[in-house]
Every structure is written in structure tokens, then in C-alpha cells.
């Protein structure tokens, strides 16, 4: 079965065009003042530094024009000085991150578990399964991370350019029952790369005025993160090498659908009625895995 396309029109940028050029101008920016030692966590930007990220942006924003991913002209136009506008914002932004936490943003779009050069090794998991383990590894690309002067405390983050109305539940579970794992991932991998390390944190970061460049944090408590991690690594695991593969549409939303069926390219082939096959199948024992999942890190953390 393949994703049905439907040519329309493109009325405005895609979101993940957005997020990926401003990825991209992020990665570009920071990289250049990198190479010269900069900024440090007390210092300011200077004009030249803001002319240095809108040309950056520029040139992103003119790679997507000459992709055709721009959308509607006027609508075009708005995208861009938003763009620009967000970004200058966001230097105010990152000012008072580094003077608050006392910290230098040092790597950018690390990679792990990649061929890159100057990549990291593979962050592998040791998962029990009946009596024996099996060990999952995991690659990915941590967005930023910032080191004190005395390398022994470290902030990471991944840049998010959408809403924080999804991520509210990370404040009360570190991997929002195994949605969402990055930031955990993130800080066990940098922990294993850069030793001496006796703190590191973690949040995403929305670049946007939009959002109010909020920061949306992990707990600090290195314990609870890790075991949550472990917890829905090694159920999510059990339950695939147990053949539960559960529908778990989520709720119903006010627009129409299911929240965890918005970006799926098959919702429309899947039944109507699909949270009542998912409420009946609550019986099966298999099901009982991805329970546990969506229960408190107590509850599971006491359950034998």
C-alpha cells in the first residue's frame, strides 16, 4: 500500500521546510563564532553578528524559493520576514540563556551512531527478553549542547519550531510514556562522550516569538530519566517481540481524526470507528504492555 498523492497548490511553507532551514541557519551560525570562540556566556551580540544570521537566512530562504517550496507569493512574503524576525529574537533569546546557566554553546548537529567523521558512537540499550538481552542501539543528531568553562556541567538542547502544547506531559514524565524519548536519549549519549561531566541538562527549545522562545525542560533528577528511558525501551521491545502492535489512536479531536493519526499517510484507510476496536482489544494480555507505558513512573516503577 502505497501514500495516495494529491497535487494541490502550496499555500505556505511547509512546517518541516521551516524547521529544517531553521535548523540549518542555526547550525551555520553558531559553527562561524564557534571557530573564533564565541559567545562567550557574558557577551552580547554584536550588529555584525545579527547581519551574520540574516544573511544565513537569506540564503535558506532563497534555496527554498528556487525549490518551489515557498507557497503563495504574499503569503511568501509574511514567511520571511517572520523568519527574520523570529531569528533576531531569538539572539535575545540565547543572551540571556548563556548568562543565566553560565555556559558556551561548544557542539552542533552532533551525530551518533552515524557514518559522520566526527560522529559519536551508537547509544546502545540492554533490554531483557524471557531470560536473555538484547541490546537496541540508537543514532540520531543532538541539536546543541553548551559546556561551562570548566567542562563539568553541560545543557542540551533540541530546537523545535511548532507548538509546546504537545510536550506539557514531559514535566511530569521525562519520556511522556515513551512519545517522547529524545531529550533522554540525548543527555544518556552526551554522558558517555563527555566524560567528567556532573550535570547535564536538558530542554526544547521553540525558536519562534510565537512561542515566546519557551524552553521546555526534562526533570534534573539523572536517576528518573534514565530508569523511565530503560523502562519504556525495554516495553516497547517486550511488547513487539511479544507481537502487540495495538491501535492507539489517541483522542478525537475537535477538527475531526485522532491525535496520534494526524501525520499518518494511511488515516483514511483505517476504520472509523477505530477507538472502539482499540477500547475492546484493553483485554488482551498483550495489550497490558502498552498500558504500562501510559501509567506514572511510580506505578510502573513499583509494579513487580
Known amino acids: 500500500v502505497e501514500p495516495t498523492e494529491r497535487p494541490k497548490d502550496v499555500w505556505t511553507l511547509n512546517p518541516l521546510e521551516r524547521g529544517a532551514l ?25 550588529a555584525v553578528d545579527v547581519g551574520l544570521i540574516e544573511r544565513l537566512a537569506r540564503e535558506q530562504l532563497a534555496a527554498v524559493e528556487a525549490r518551489g517550496a515557498n507557497g503563495n507569493r504574499l503569503v511568501w512574503e509574511m514567511t520571511r520576514s517572520q523568519v527574520l524576525s523570529d531569528l533576531r529574537a531569538f539572539l535575545d533569546a540565547d ?30 540499550i540492554v533490554v531483557p527478553i524471557g531470560e536473555a538481552a538484547r541490546t537496541i542501539g540508537f543514532r540520531g543528531r543532538i541539536d546543541r549542547i553548551d559546556l561551562d568553562r570548566s567542562n563539568r556541567s553541560a545543557y542540551l538542547f533540541d530546537y523545535k519550531t511548532g507548538t509546546s502544547e504537545r510536550y506539557k506531559s514531559l514535566k511530569d514524565d521525562p519520556v511522556a510514556a515513551g512519545r517522547e524519548i529524545q531529550l533522554a536519549l540525548y543527555r544518556r549519549v552526551a554522558r558517555s562522550n563527555l566524560p567528567g561531566l ?47 502492535f495495538p491501535q492507539v489512536p489517541g483522542k478525537r479531536r475537535d477538527s475531526g481524526g485522532f491525535e496520534n493519526c494526524a501525520f499518518c499517510d494511511f488515516d483514511r484507510i483505517c476504520p472509523v ?22 501509567a506514572t513512573p511510580e506505578a510502573i516503577g513499583d509494579d513487580e
Open 95 to 124: 543572551r540571556e540563556h548563556r548568562r543565566r546557566q553560565g555556559l558556551t554553546p561548544t557542539y552542533f548537529e552532533q551525530e551518533f551512531g552515524t557514518p559522520a567523521a566526527d560522529g559519536w558512537p551508537a547509544l546502545g
Open 22 to 46: 531553521l535548523h540549518a541557519v542555526l547550525q551555520q551560525f553558531f559553527s562561524r563564532l564557534a571557530e573564533r570562540g564565541r559567545p562567550r556566556p557574558d557577551e552580547d551580540y554584536t
Open 273 to 294: 470507528r477505530r477507538e472502539r476496536i482499540s477500547s475492546r482489544k484493553q483485554a488482551d494480555p498483550l495489550v497490558a504492555i502498552h498500558r504500562r507505558l501510559a
Open 198 to 244: 556532573d550535570r547535564v541538562g536538558g530542554a526544547l527549545w521553540f525558536v519562534s516569538a510565537k512561542e515566546g522562545f519557551k524552553q521546555v525542560a526534562i526533570a534534573d533528577d539523572s536517576s528518573l530519566v534514565d530508569r523511565r528511558l530503560d523502562e519504556v525501551v525495554a516495553l516497547t521491545v517486550q511488547g513487539i517481540a511479544r507481537g502487540a
